[in-house]
């Protein structure tokens, strides 16, 4: 599979949010941004950038690369924290919106896709993620 047949992660968001709006992101190229789209990469800046970090029993990677062939899917995630447990470290993505949640799936479903990229390249199960 080519890198240009795989589907955007966050063309899922797109997508499900309005279908016109993800076909001029992604087929047309085209973005005009406004004041929530601004507010909106300003927060995700840090995350953004990949860096890996050490606290405690937590490893945080940034701007992780995901894939799942199967899938045909590929993305970024803004954060995957590993959590050391008994049975070795457990995945823990986490996903940033920009305000208050929404009365749509669709932020929930790019983050489920997330983890499905995480369970195929990591060949274990993931419980659980969080939107932030």
């Not at 690369?65 to 924290?81: K, M, Q, R, S």
Request: charged share 30%; proline share 5%.
């Amino acid at each position: 599979m080519e890198d240009d047949d795989l589907i955007p992660l966050s063309a899922l968001q797109h997508y499900l949010y309005c279908p016109r709006q993800c076909a001029l992101i992604h087929v047309e190229r085209l973005w005009a941004e406004n004041r929530h789209t601004a507010e909106g990469r300003l927060l995700h800046e840090r995350a953004d950038q990949c860096q890996i970090e050490q606290r405690h029993d937590v490893r945080t990677v940034t701007a992780m690369p995901l894939l799942h062939l199967e899938l045909g899917v590929a993305g970024v995630a803004d954060v995957v924290e590993f959590r050391a447990t008994d049975d070795g470290e457990r995945a823990y993505p986490v996903e940033y919106k920009r305000g208050r949640p929404k009365g749509h799936r669709a932020d929930e479903v790019q983050l489920c896709a997330q983890a499905l990229c995480l369970e195929a390249m990591l060949g274990k199960p993931l419980a659980e993620g969080a939107l932030f």
